[in-house]
């Protein structure tokens, strides 16, 4: 690949050279359009994580006629060359902002502990005040516990990880964040954190398989059979397409 032309530049020119239009290419890839639009402008940062880009890149390569491995490699160079280091998916950079607030949090509630009862703190205050004999915390504070949220946060979280082991298609939606879709490969694996509800489409159930919480699932369907999957705090059933909205 010419050095001064970018992946998406070169697979676009393929694709129009086959005259294979970008719908054509979502319906043979199960692939959404903005997607593929968004490799062929190299706009990486509107993509699911590299693990899944180098899946749409696959099918990608195989509906045009190229090499997957070619392009794969081809990806891996550009992403080191035009990339900058870029950090965790949209989804994680949310949760890492939600627990810095926790920890701001719990610093702030802890340096408001000191000012009540650090004891040297009390003899200074005691010696400025005379008439005051006894300084006692406001009835709130007495019973908050500083840890108290962080460990609330994490009773709540729920946890899935997955595993192919067929090619299989996926929907996924964590909470009220934008559904995501994937293909994966064999061997290829993922996790996810939510609070309230993941929801999992399934269109290979019997590629994939499931832990929830730390307990993996038996097989939830059949190869080729679509599943719907509600995971929740109190646990995780099948949940029929028409009882679902997409956002």
Known sequence: MDERSSLGALLRAYRESKKISLKELARQTKIREHFLRAIEEDRYEDLPPPIYIKGFLSSYA???????????????????????????????????????????????????????????????????????????????LQTLSVQEPFFEEEKRLLSLKIVATEKVWIRLQVDDQPQREMLLNPGEEDSFQGLHQIYLHIGNAGGLNLTFNGRPLEKVGRSGEVVHLIFNPQGWEFKRPEGIQNP
């Open 62 to 140: 195989k509906v045009v006629g190229l090499n997957p491995k070619d392009i794969l490699l081809q990806y891996d160079q550009f992403f080191r060359r035009e990339l900058p280091p870029s950090g965790e998916p949209r989804l994680r950079r949310s949760w890492d902002r939600r627990q810095w607030g926790m920890i701001g949090g719990v610093f702030f509630i802890s340096f408001l502990f000191s000012l009540f009862f650090h004891p040297y703190l009390g003899i200074f205050l005691k010696k400025t005040s005379p008439k005051e004999t006894e300084i006692k915390p406001p009835s709130s």
